[in-house]
């Protein structure tokens, strides 16, 4: 029972943060229609098709999240399957394998990616540069943190 009151008070603390962060792609959505960027940026049609559906997506999965948490705050009965599915050690194996097998496919497919784009454009190989960098960064903070904490 503790456990459930540990992961209740966490529920608590994510629906806050997800209902506000609802907000910031509709900002973000304002900020860029507004006529100072509009003259400054070259929007095509194409991406911007992309970006109302990049946005429709996300903030579909932010209300599926949400909902998730009012059902686990407000029905026991989820709230129980849910602690139980949190803390199955075979799921939780499984959940850990797949992200590790993930994150190392994501950086054999970057890395070929860098090696195409090195040949066709430069801006793209430094945006992906970045992203592998980005990615081998977070990966090593929290390799380190949670080499520390266990």
Do not use: C, H, W
């Not at 095509?44 to 998730?68: N, P, S």
């Not at 849910?82 to 199955?88: C, G, I």
């Amino acid at each position: 029972m503790e456990n459930k009151e540990k992961i209740k008070k966490g529920i608590k603390i994510r629906l806050i943060v997800m209902s506000l962060s609802t907000v910031l792609p509709i900002l973000l959505l304002i900020f860029f229609e507004l006529p100072f960027f509009k003259d400054q940026l070259v929007v095509y049609k194409d991406i911007e098709v992309l970006r109302y559906a990049i946005f429709v997506l996300l903030e579909g999965y932010i209300g599926f999240k949400i909902y998730r948490y009012i059902r686990f705050l407000s029905d026991s009965e989820y709230a129980d399957l849910f602690v139980l599915r949190k803390n199955d050690e075979r799921l939780n194996f499984i959940r850990l394998k797949t992200n590790a097998l993930a994150i190392k496919i994501f950086i054999y497919v970057d890395g070929i990616a860098l090696i195409t784009a090195g040949f066709l454009n430069a801006a793209v190989f430094y945006t992906l540069l970045s992203v592998m960098g980005a990615v081998l960064l977070i990966y090593s903070g929290v390799y380190i943190y949670y080499s520390k904490k266990y």
